[in-house]
């Protein structure tokens, strides 16, 4: 399987920029998506094909990437964001989860 | 507005059997795959099960396959986890999601909670 390995958790002030970072253990083209998860709440797609906004999403959240290293960056960040955020690759089979970065807000 | 709402939570013993449901709404349901997506206490997602928006093919994550079915009843906007031979590492919480682009889940149900203990 896919391994996507993610940092566990980061902690910036709101107003910042932060970079979420996701390395895939192969190749997986474009087709790595972000996802946030709030504490008790269900994921929510941000990003899918590595660059591309879902809808309603703020354009703070932007994604870049391919092949195997990928990057969610949000700008500014706000309180609202404090969640995990994980990464998921779409290319190989089965489709796999990053194990997540949970984002603090100083 | 998409709802996906999930429902069989339960404390069950190894070796039981467990059937979820999840009622879909706010989309033409017969139109796209589901699937089930699992999350154990304080770890991250594990893909469990695709189902074919008619039924045509299902695909498993090797750690159920054999012992869990995925179904759907189109006519009812509704999908199934039939769960068998339940294990200890089957405690998680279950997520019903629809099949969104290039892929991606694109709208996820709330969960409901599976504990598998003696």
């Known amino acids: 399987d896919t391994v996507l390995t993610q940092s566990p958790a980061l902690a910036v002030s709101p107003g910042e920029r932060v970079s979420i970072s996701c390395r895939a253990s192969e190749g997986v083209n474009s087709y790595m998506h972000w996802y946030q998860q709030k504490p008790g709440q269900q994921p929510k797609l941000l990003i899918y094909k590595a660059s591309n906004l879902a809808s309603g999403v703020p354009a703070r959240f932007s994604g870049s990437g391919s092949g195997t290293d990928f990057t969610l960056t949000i700008d500014p960040v706000e309180a609202d964001d404090t969640a995990t955020y994980f990464c998921?690759?779409?290319?190989?089979?089965?489709?796999?989860f990053g194990g997540g970065t949970k984002l603090e807000l100083k | 507005e998409v709802q996906l709402v999930e429902s069989g939570e339960g404390l069950v013993q190894p070796g039981s059997s467990m059937k979820l449901s999840c009622v879909a709404s706010?989309?033409?349901?017969?139109?796209?795959?589901m699937n089930w997506i699992r999350q154990a206490p304080k770890k991250g997602l594990e893909w469990i099960a695709l189902?074919?928006?008619?039924?045509?093919?299902?695909y498993y994550a090797d750690s159920v396959k054999g012992r869990f079915t995925i179904s759907r009843d189109n006519s009812k906007n509704t999908l199934y986890l039939e769960m068998n031979s339940l294990r200890s590492e089957d405690t998680a919480m279950y997520y019903c999601?629809?099949?969104?682009?290039?892929?991606?889940?694109?709208?996820w149900g709330q969960g409901v909670m599976v504990t598998v203990s003696s």
């Open positions: 706010g989309f033409t349901f017969s139109n796209y795959g």
């Open positions: 999601a629809k099949s969104g682009p290039q892929w991606t889940f694109d709208y």
């Open positions: 998921q690759q779409s290319w190989n089979d089965p489709r796999t």
């Open positions: 189902i074919y928006y008619d039924s045509s093919s299902k």
